[in-house]
């Protein structure tokens, strides 16, 4: 089973908001559909592609770009590409949108969790290094967070579970025709299901 076509869902938020844990638990619910998924993470991208980039709004820029042509290249293919990326400007999303709904669909998500939520979620400890000065340039304290100004979906973090965003997710590429929608069966669906395929035999 594929994809009706190509999408790229990207999520943008703070760090801490959640982007990777939520794309995580999406691509699990796609893969487990046999459907096509890539998934791009921000830390992990760093490390091989965009290795050579700081943290500079130029330097941000152009690591958005770089992956949003990765994320093209997926999409056109009719791959799901799941993007959990901070990138903090609103010019820089809006165009990796262009660039990309020029071969697919594109998906803003707003992973949104507020800053002393993200801060208390910290486990490395890098909010606390950023606000000592130790961290030069960090999103949220020394350096700017642009919330979408109209993203096609909210993520709220801080009051939704990891499964109920992850559903939102699921639901919106559902409803807008990216993935074949799947019926859930009630436990009395299943068990009249079952005696039926015993009745003729198949189990």
Not at 60 to 84: Q, Y
Not at 111 to 137: F, S, T
Request: glycine share 6%; net charge negative; aromatic share 8%.
């Amino acid at each position: 089973m594929r994809a009706q076509k190509g999408v790229t869902v990207w999520f943008t938020g703070l760090s801490g908001a959640g982007k990777t844990t939520v794309a995580k638990e999406v691509e699990r619910i796609l893969k487990e559909r046999n459907l096509y998924v890539q998934r791009l993470d921000g830390d992990i991208v760093r490390k091989s592609l965009t290795k050579d980039l700081g943290f500079s709004k130029e330097d941000r820029d152009k690591n958005i770009e770089r992956n949003a042509f990765v994320a093209k290249l997926l999409t056109k293919n009719d791959i799901i590409t799941l993007c959990s990326f901070i990138s903090p400007y609103q010019e820089a999303r809006d165009k990796a949108r262009k660039e990309i709904e020029e071969v697919g669909g594109f998906i803003e998500v707003f992973v949104n969790a507020p800053l002393k939520v993200c801060e208390e979620r910290d486990v490395k400890g890098l909010y606390k290094k950023a606000r000592e000065g130790k961290i030069e340039n960090f999103t949220g304290i020394s350096a700017p967070y642009e919330e979408p100004v109209n993203c096609d979906l909210e993520l709220r973090t801080d009051q939704e579970t990891v499964a109920e965003s992850a559903a939102k997710v699921i639901t919106y590429l559902e409803e807008h025709g990216y993935i074949p929608e799947t019926k859930d069966y009630t436990t009395e669906e299943e068990e009249l299901i079952t005696e039926r395929l015993n009745g003729l035999g198949y189990l």
